[in-house]
């Protein structure tokens, strides 16, 4: 038997990668043609279970028509896949250098870098000739492309890096203030695109808020009982069948169609979505924005989904959990938020003072931006209360609020301080240091520069630098101890003429949980992009100041403090 000339067998092979390339002219045909999968579904890549994700790939080959692609989904619906795929792509075919950004360095980024982009380069022959160097965690080089892999949280690592396109995975766990600057990475490229995918969190906070601004892709299927177009929601097409995880009804479980509510099995999943498409809410926007749900899932059984908000039912953080990881929809806890019912009930008799008489002893807490927004309470000892926290002992009256320009002089801080006789005041520390510092010194003994800090010291307890005159605290305790004054027993009284911005600043923060590596469910606060906060922490400020300034009165009667 002859055997082919080796020559020929290397033309043959060439020829046949020739026409495999001039195939893969789009996301979805590169992905179909190159990538290898393990896990659950091993072998060439394939859209069986994951058929929302066809269109997905080829929307990033239009860059033209869409600058910004928005993903917000449930936990493990192939995003990230796709992600990696557009990646890929871009490096290969277009030869473009990527910028891929995840909420930290470490672990988010080394572990992505080992999980995820090491076995897709390992699986597949045609990778791993592309990639000339895979050793560095946070960059890979394929020729003169580049996949550099980078946390959110360091913006030193983000500059320097020009790129052409750019993949936020986690938006929402994100620092969100170095998202611009990720952007800037490419202001050189005349075709721009940027992809954004995440779990959700709470409405007017990161892929929510993007996704509300965007063209709002659902995914639909034929029924096969009705025929009729439709989509997957929570809960109109959920039956759950239980009450109790601990009732064996539950097992049965199981998905309808919103439109007939007949039964939609999940082991013929694969059939009636296998043709299922997009539609956009608003075709004419710039945005590109996909959401989709577990209820799409093949892995994730009816039975499961039952029995995790079953579960949640009795614990905020699992139920906020459920929502975002699960349903892929935002959800705030009914006391997250300070809301307008909760300020219409602390709402007193008087209205705002510009002035103290001397006597009366007044708090003060700044907030520090483009405008320096500030808080004089005035509060009142009810040592009835069985506690020793100054904080939950007193209840606060506020005096006024307002905002200035200026640090000094009669018309700026200086001035507030004077007509107020404000006996302590904490102040951001941040952005305006130097200012910051000037004015605590101008007012030595009476200022503390505030940082915020995680774990740093409990709702009780201040870490206080003399030398340096600033204060670190646990931001959430805080946040907590300021913004409770409006749940127990209203414990602060509010004038009838505070400004609109003062409330609407109070409502932006939203307190949401968030599991760390050991499993503990842990709170902490976020703000809208869009919408300003900063009365809300000049509360939480003037809450701190109380507590600083009660220790300067600690030798005398704490009756005073009125």
């Not at 949280?153 to 983000?158: I, Y």
């Not at 611009?180 to 995440?198: N, P």
């Not at 007509?419 to 007012?443: G, S, W, Y």
């Not at 009838?496 to 606060?525: C, F, Q």
Request: charged share 25%.
């Amino acid at each position: 038997m002859l055997h082919p000339h080796p020559l020929l067998t290397h033309l043959r092979s060439r020829l046949a990668e020739g026409l495999r390339r001039q195939t893969a002219t789009t996301c979805a045909k590169w992905a179909e043609t190159y990538r290898v999968m393990g896990g659950d579904f091993p072998g060439p890549w394939r859209w069986d279970h994951h058929p929302w994700l066809r269109e997905m790939h080829n929307a990033c080959d239009q860059p033209y028509r869409w600058q910004q692609i928005i993903g917000m989904k449930g936990a493990q619906l192939g995003f990230t896949e796709w992600a990696l795929n557009v990646a890929l792509k871009s490096i290969d075919i277009n030869c473009e250098s990527i910028l891929y950004i995840l909420p930290a360095s470490t672990p988010d980024a080394h572990n992505f870098s080992t999980s995820r982009f090491d076995p897709a380069i390992e699986a597949s022959d045609h990778l791993k000739n592309l990639f000339t160097d895979v050793s560095n965690v946070g960059h890979k080089r394929a020729g003169l492309s580049n996949l550099f892999i980078r946390g959110s949280r360091s913006r030193s690592q983000m500059k320097s890096l020009p790129v052409d396109k750019i993949i936020f995975d986690e938006l929402d766990e994100m620092i969100l203030r170095n998202v611009t600057l990720a952007w800037e990475r490419m202001s050189g490229r005349r075709e721009k695109l940027a992809l954004y995918i995440s779990t959700p969190t709470v409405d007017g906070i990161g892929i929510a808020n993007m996704y509300k601004y965007s063209t709002m892709d659902v995914f639909t299927f034929q029924c096969p009982h009705c025929g009729k177009h439709t989509e997957l929601i929570w809960p109109d097409c959920m039956v759950i069948t239980a009450d109790s995880i601990h009732d064996e009804g539950i097992r049965d479980s199981h998905l309808r169609c919103k439109e007939c509510h007949q039964r939609l099995e999940h082991d013929t999943k694969k059939d009636w979505l296998r043709n299922g498409e997009w539609v956009s809410r608003y075709r004419d926007r710039l945005d590109r924005g996909f959401h989709i749900n577990q209820l799409y899932s093949m892995t994730v059984r009816p039975v499961e989904i039952a029995t995790r908000y079953l579960k949640a039912q009795t614990n905020q953080a699992d139920l906020q959990e459920f929502y975002n990881s699960k349903i892929g929809v935002t959800y705030t806890a009914p006391d997250a938020r300070i809301t307008d019912q909760l300020i219409a009930d602390c709402r007193g008799t008087t209205t705002m003072r510009h002035s103290s008489p001397p006597g009366i002893v007044t708090f003060m807490g700044v907030d520090v931006g483009s405008d320096l927004h500030y808080e004089i309470d005035q509060c009142t000892l009810n040592p009835a209360i069985p506690t020793t926290d100054i904080n939950l002992m007193t209840s606060t009256r506020i005096v006024e609020v307002g905002k200035v320009k200026d640090f000094e002089g009669k018309d700026g801080l200086d001035g507030v301080m004077a007509r107020h006789n404000v006996l302590f005041c904490v102040i951001d520390r941040n952005p305006e240091t130097r200012k910051a510092m000037e004015f605590a010194q101008r007012h030595y003994g009476r200022v503390a520069m505030c940082l915020y800090a995680r774990g740093e010291a409990s709702a009780q307890q201040l870490r206080m630098n003399t030398e340096q005159l600033t204060v670190n605290v646990d931001r959430t305790s805080w946040m907590d101890l300021a913004f409770g004054r409006f749940h127990s027993n209203k414990r602060i009284s509010i004038p009838l003429d505070t400004p609109l911005d003062w409330s609407e600043h109070l409502k932006t923060p939203a307190r949401v949980y968030k599991y760390d590596a050991n499993g503990n469910a842990v709170a902490h606060y976020v703000s809208s992009e869009n919408e300003a906060d900063h009365y809300a922490h000049a509360r939480v400020y003037a809450e701190i100041a109380l507590m600083l300034g009660c220790s300067i009165l600690r030798n005398e009667n704490l009756g005073n403090v009125v």
